[in-house]
T-cell receptor
Framework: DAKTTQPNSMESNEEEPVHLPCNHS???????IHWYRQLPSQGPEYVIH???SNVNNRMASLAIAEDRKSSTLILHRATLRDAAVYYC?????????????FGKGTLLTVNP | DAMVIQNPRYQVTQFGKPVTLSCSQT?????MYWYQQKSSQAPKLLFH???????NEADTPDNFQSRRPNTSFCFLDIRSPGLGDAAMYLC???????????????FGDGTRLSIL
């Protein structure tokens, strides 16, 4: 699986937007970009995914660079409940396409 | 709400004493996964079931086995737990139609296993 690079940690203030970056310079043309988050003492939770175009859902937006070598997860108004580890994962169509390979993720702290 | 349920949330067992963790789902997904997450680490896939077909990851120890008696239930058996097996065990499900790479996985809240 192609690798992703994320900052170890980020901090935000409540009710402000948060932009979580992810670099994936070795992404292949068929890799989807998935984001999951894991709140303390809970299982990972699917957030959003995309291939080439920007995506929006009720939880977040995903902005994908034109060359697809990086992406940004956008939380429009952070709340305390958004404090979690955010994982950016490339999910491809190769032989191991059934599995998610988690990296270290970004620990997001939200200040009141 | 349809969901993935893991029982119990916390399990304590003794060194070497077999233990079984359970997972049930109401999503009617045909793929079920077991992940291991050790403290301060990312989840790591142990194995998965595609319908009734069992698929083991190459580096999963033989000590770990799984059973899936029907679509809704899946069990993780640890035959002889060692201290290094203390971890959070996460069950997940997904649909397998089209490409896996488009299908999100739905996780339970995990069972935290402690070994005495």
């Amino acid at each position: 699986d192609a690798k992703t690079t994320q900052p170890n940690s980020m901090e935000s203030n409540e009710e402000e937007p948060v932009h979580l970056p992810c670099n994936h310079s070795t992404i292949s043309g068929t890799d989807y970009i998935h984001w999951y988050r894991q709140l303390p003492s809970q299982g990972p939770e699917y957030v959003i995914h995309g291939l080439t175009s920007n995506v929006n859902n009720r939880m977040a937006s995903l902005a994908i660079a034109e060359d697809r070598k990086s992406s940004t997860l956008i939380l429009h108004r952070a709340t305390l409940r958004d404090a979690a580890v955010y994982y950016c994962i490339l999910h491809g169509r190769g032989g191991s396409n059934y599995k998610l390979t988690f990296g270290k993720g970004t620990l997001l702290t939200v200040n009141p | 709400d349809a969901m993935v349920i893991q029982n119990p949330r916390y399990q304590v067992t003794q060194f070497g004493k077999p233990v079984t963790l359970s997972c049930s789902q109401t999503l009617n997904h045909n793929v079920m996964y077991w992940y291991q997450q050790k403290s301060s680490q990312a989840p790591k896939l142990l194995f998965h079931y595609y319908d009734k077909d069992f698929n083991n990851e190459a580096d999963t120890p033989d000590n770990f086995q799984s059973r899936r008696p029907n679509t809704s239930f899946c069990f993780l058996d640890i035959r002889s737990p060692g201290l290094g097996d203390a971890a959070m065990y996460l069950c997940a499900t997904s649909r397998a139609w089209g490409s896996f790479s488009r299908q999100p996985q739905h996780f339970g809240d995990g069972t935290r296993l402690s070994i005495l």
